[in-house]
Nanobody, 120 residues
């Protein structure tokens, strides 16, 4: 059974930091690219950060560059999102996503999300 379980969300003041974790099970984690998405109320889900299976390529949304860092530990089947200098506009539900292309087949798994609220 595939599972992606996010943790680490919560309420933080502007300028603060949070570290999100996503623990994966039920699939070969090391073969999947991993992504963090977020969705704010009334907005579409957006890609925040992405890391390839071997951690050889990282990508970030322009809105979080220089503030967020994605990393992974394939030995622990876990991906992280370190979020610094948080702003109120970072408030959203953050989702972990596992992604792998097998020829024409696309494998795609999602976590349940964790709420991040940035407010004073």
């Amino acid at each position: 059974q595939v599972q992606l379980v996010e943790s680490g969300g919560g309420l933080v003041q502007p300028g603060g930091s949070l570290r999100l974790s996503c623990a994966a099970s039920g699939f070969t984690f090391s073969r999947y690219d991993m992504n963090w998405y977020r969705q704010a109320p009334g907005k579409e889900r957006e890609l925040v950060a992405a890391i390839t299976s071997a951690s050889d390529s990282l990508n970030y949304a322009d809105s979080v560059k220089g503030r967020f860092t994605i990393s992974r530990d394939n030995a622990k089947n876990t991906v992280y999102l370190q979020m610094n200098s948080l702003k109120p506009e970072d408030t959203a539900v953050y989702y972990c996503n596992a992604d792998r292309a097998l020829g024409r087949l696309r494998l795609d798994y999602w976590g349940q999300g964790t709420q991040v609220t940035v407010s004073s």
